[in-house]
């Protein structure tokens, strides 16, 4: 794992907990939805807080394409859910949304989850001609 | 009989989100590091040769009838049931797809660190 591989990891933590926050504050902004109204939900996408959400969900998404393409599946998404801990962080902080204790805990379950996944080899298995030649020149490095 | 519905929904739902991961992550372990590919042929090579490769389509088709299956869930289950037990579940037949499927190796840390963040996402979901 070089430093740039850490970055991209970084940013899928980072884009996706903005991009969802940005989201709530927006449709917090644009009221509820009435059931029998469902298209309403259109309109939302004029909101600016909605539109920078979808390009931050959409920055994290490419980030996490681009951690797949040199890490293992069991190695992307546990070390990823810190996204989780990063949202519950956003929402108590800047969305004032209380955090129960029960959340507290999960966060930490979360967080150890990811030091015990981080310690390990980012990707193992098959990894075909050209992610083989990448692993070589890594470890020349 | 509501019950069993929204568990059937929540199987189609996990199921359909693992295979979507599983594909997206077969389409990147086939393609290679992006980083590198961008660097030898420009990020627009990246972007067409993402989009165009099957696996990947495949992984945003059933990413989308896990998306629908959720919907339908959550018309009849609350999301305090439905997204605890989706997104705890699916890490778990993850984990599973990615040995049997991608030939990762999924030793006991990553088992470990697997169970944590299930049971830590159990948690925070749980509203």
Redesign the interface.
């Known amino acids: 794992m070089t430093l740039?591989k850490y970055l991209?990891i970084l940013s899928v933590v980072i884009f996706s907990p903005i991009g969802d926050a940005f989201l709530a504050r927006g449709m917090k902004q644009t009221g509820a939805i009435d059931v029998h109204h469902l298209l309403h939900v259109f309109a939302a996408v004029a909101d600016p807080w909605v539109v920078l959400g979808i390009a931050s969900l959409i920055a994290g998404m490419a980030s996490y394409?681009?951690a797949?393409?040199?890490a293992?599946?069991?190695?992307?998404?546990?070390a990823t859910?810190l996204g989780?801990v990063n949202m519950?962080l956003i929402a108590h902080l800047w969305l004032g949304e209380r955090i129960s204790l029960?959340?507290w805990?999960?966060?930490?379950?979360?967080?150890?989850?990811?030091g015990?996944?981080a310690?390990?080899?980012s990707r193992?298995?098959?990894?075909?001609p050209?992610?083989s030649a990448?692993a070589t020149r890594e470890e020349g490095q | 009989m509501r019950l069993i519905y929204t568990w059937v929904c929540i199987l189609i739902t996990v199921a359909a989100a693992a295979a979507g991961d599983v594909f997206l992550a077969l389409a990147m372990r086939r393609i290679g590091d992006l980083g590198e590919l961008g660097r030898r042929q420009g990020f627009a090579a990246v972007v067409v040769r993402v989009l165009s490769s099957g696996a990947f389509l495949s992984g945003i088709a059933f990413m989308a009838i896990a998306f629908f299956s959720n919907l339908v869930g959550l018309s009849w289950a609350d999301l305090s049931l439905m997204g605890p037990a989706t997104a705890s579940l699916t890490f778990i037949v993850n984990a599973l797809g990615a040995k049997y499927f991608l030939g990762e190796d999924v030793d006991g840390r990553r088992w470990v660190a697997t169970v944590f963040v299930c049971a830590g996402v159990l948690l925070v979901a749980r509203s």
């Open positions: 740039r991209v394409m681009t797949l393409s040199f293992d599946l069991t190695y992307v998404l546990p859910a989780y519950v029960v959340r805990a999960g966060i930490t379950l979360i967080a150890m989850g990811v015990v996944v310690r390990g080899p193992t298995g098959d990894t075909g050209a992610a990448s």
